[in-house]
């Protein structure tokens, strides 16, 4: 009898899209380091402001203070009607300046 040998075993050829043997390694190269440029540093340095702001300024001529009253007509309706008269009174107030005599 003869005896037949089987063939003998040839690996089959390795191919980029098949994955890698186990205990292949890959020889990766080490990332470089690269210094990273230092922030720059912006100092700024602000001067406060001496603007002053009347509450109650007269807006023409910025000297004078604006004064409220009612006039004689306002005063007469709240009189008359008392309950509502008050809410008109209070409606028709007028503003006028101290010094230039503007009026809102």
Request: charged content about 5%; overall charge neutral.
């Amino acid at each position: 009898m003869d005896s037949e040998k089987p063939p003998a075993y040839a690996p089959p050829p390795y191919s980029s899209q098949e994955p890698p043997p186990i205990g292949f390694n890959y020889a990766q190269p080490q990332p470089q380091y690269q210094p990273q440029p230092q922030p720059q540093v912006v100092r700024i340095q602000t001067v406060p402001s001496t603007t002053v702001i009347l509450a109650n300024g007269c807006p023409s001529c910025r000297n004078g203070v604006m004064v409220g009253h009612f006039p004689c007509c306002a005063i007469f309706i709240a009189i008359l009607f008392f309950p509502l008269g008050v809410l008109c009174c209070l409606l028709m107030r007028v503003n006028t300046c101290s010094s230039c005599g503007f009026t809102t």
